[in-house]
């Protein structure tokens, strides 16, 4: 595959001066802290997209006429809220609202700390310990100049939605000057516990600031926010039929893009394209084996290690033909996320330290982000190959490879927790696993499956069906153009 990587120098006129700005991969460099995205071109015309969503209402469009709106996280690659907007965006210019994504960086330190707030909010111990006035002062300290550097982009009047931790700290300034703010939440769990709470209390002094607040799933937002009218809503995150990752392939497109990273042989080929992915195999995947397939970041949340564990102490005993594939992207591509190499190079050790006999069954794949569209085809193509998907997460806030596996009529396992409820409801659209640590009842879960060709075709025919009906890029836009809605008055009636 040839990577479609090519930076180029240029100059463009901004409302105050002259800029230089380099563009790689679609993102733009504004200043120190910012970068603008330019998302991914959506297909014309939109085959797969309900009608109704080809244009905004008309009530959104006279709102937000004459303004832009702005959304804000800290990557453009890797994890499902840059791949929420890289489709959402395009789809909003598309619908006459005329829309902006910028990125946000800071240092090691503040993406240190905005891990463990991600960590907390989902009820996982921090082993860091509280968090105090040093926290407060890396978050505040780099929130405040990022603000600074947003504000001189943005126009008073203008709607701007922040997403995740990372992006809170904003609000207060960018509400004081005078813009229209949400606040959208990706992750979370309905059990308040005490590190939760404790996480909210540390966000508190942001949380005034936006005008609405929105969550994948009722029951996120600390109580205080949902005794407040109109404050709390609920945006369910979504996918975008038409993009590279959830298109239609064929048999034969499938094997070619798994061949042509070296997971399936390929012998009259040159060798697999490193700069797309590397596997760690000892054994290609053969031909027609029954796959179990876990697409992830590199994690702890993601408990990629428990579902290697698993396979090797209870479905590998049981079938001696399956497979493992375990996918998530290169951890240097994504730069909020401090955690992932060392989660992987963890794993690899696992890896080799199994039992050879399962060993040569079991395939770690890490895909590049710097040719998005290559990942994502990738990704389809490993989608399409599973027999089973699986995402034994031990937190989820809402699982968009669930939902994309969903949309491919795969038979699914996964824990119920999080937003994993809301999307698949247990023998109807799939199996879910009540305590995600169980690795004997996530084992027999997988071994039922893949043992029941007719249970398999019934839940995943039931799950496509389902994701169609809710969880699709139309629903977003038009739960967006309500919150659109909802904002402006507020402000400027």
């Keep these: 595959m040839t990577s479609k990587v090519n930076p180029k120098l240029e100059i463009f006129t901004c409302k105050q001066s002259l800029h230089m700005k380099v563009v790689k991969n679609g993102v733009r460099a504004l200043g120190l802290l910012v970068s603008e995205v330019e998302p991914t071109p959506r297909p014309s015309p939109r085959t797969l997209a309900a009608p109704s969503a080809t244009a905004a209402p008309s009530a959104t469009a006279a709102a937000v006429a004459g303004r832009t709106i702005w959304h804000l996280n800290t990557t453009a690659t890797g994890g499902g809220v840059a791949e929420l907007l890289d489709r959402s965006i395009g789809l909003h210019n598309d619908a006459g609202l005329r829309t902006r994504w910028l990125v946000l960086s800071g240092e090691p330190d503040f993406f240190a700390v905005t891990k463990r707030l991600h960590h907390r909010l989902h009820g996982s111990p921090d082993p860091g310990g509280p968090l105090g006035p040093a926290e407060r002062k890396t978050y505040e300290t780099v929130t ?44 979370g769990t309905a059990a308040h516990s005490e590190t939760v709470r404790e996480t909210w209390q540390f966000l508190e002094p942001y949380l005034h600031a936006p005008s609405r607040c929105g969550f994948s799933v009722q029951g996120y937002a600390p109580r205080h926010l949902e005794q407040q009218e109109g404050k709390v809503v609920v945006l369910r995150p979504s996918i975008d039929p038409a993009a590279a990752k959830n298109q239609p392939l064929t048999d034969s497109a499938v094997h070619q893009l798994l061949k042509a990273i070296g997971l399936e042989a390929s012998p009259d080929s040159g060798g697999p394209d490193e700069r797309a992915a590397q596997v760690v195999q000892d054994q290609p995947l053969p031909a027609g084996a029954p796959v179990l397939l876990q697409v992830s970041r590199w994690d702890p949340l993601k408990d990629m290690a428990g579902v290697l564990r698993a396979f090797s102490t209870h479905i590998a005993p049981a079938r001696a033909d399956a497979h493992l594939v375990l996918a998530g992207p290169e951890p240097a591509d994504i730069p909020d996320d401090p955690e992932g190499a060392e989660i992987l190079r963890r794993l690899r050790r696992t890896w080799a330290a199994t039992d050879p006999a399962v060993r040569q069954r079991i395939h770690l794949v890490t895909l590049s982000l710097k040719d998005t569209e290559t990942n994502a085809q990738i990704v389809n193509a490993l989608q399409h190959r599973a027999t089973v998907v699986a995402q034994k997460s031990l937190q989820e806030g809402f699982g968009l ?26 023998e109807r659209e799939g199996l879910l696993i009540r305590d995600p640590r169980d690795l004997q009842a996530f084992g027999q879960a997988v071994v039922r499956l893949l043992s029941d060709p007719q249970l398999r075709q019934r839940l995943g025919t039931a799950a496509r069906r389902r994701c169609a009906e809710h969880f699709l890029i139309d629903r977003e836009f038009m739960d967006y153009c309500a919150l659109y809605d909802s904002l402006v008055p507020r402000h400027l009636p």
């Design 144 to 187: 405040q100049r990022q603000a600074e550097e947003v504000m001189t982009w943005v126009t008073a009047g203008d709607v701007c939605v922040l997403h995740d931790p990372q992006t809170l700290g904003l609000a207060p300034l960018l509400a004081a000057g005078g813009l229209c703010v949400a606040w959208r939440c990706h992750i």
């Design 401 to 426: 490879t669930v939902t994309e596996a969903m949309w491919k009529g795969r038979a699914i396992v996964a824990s119920a927790v999080g937003g994993i409820p809301a999307q698949i409801r247990d």
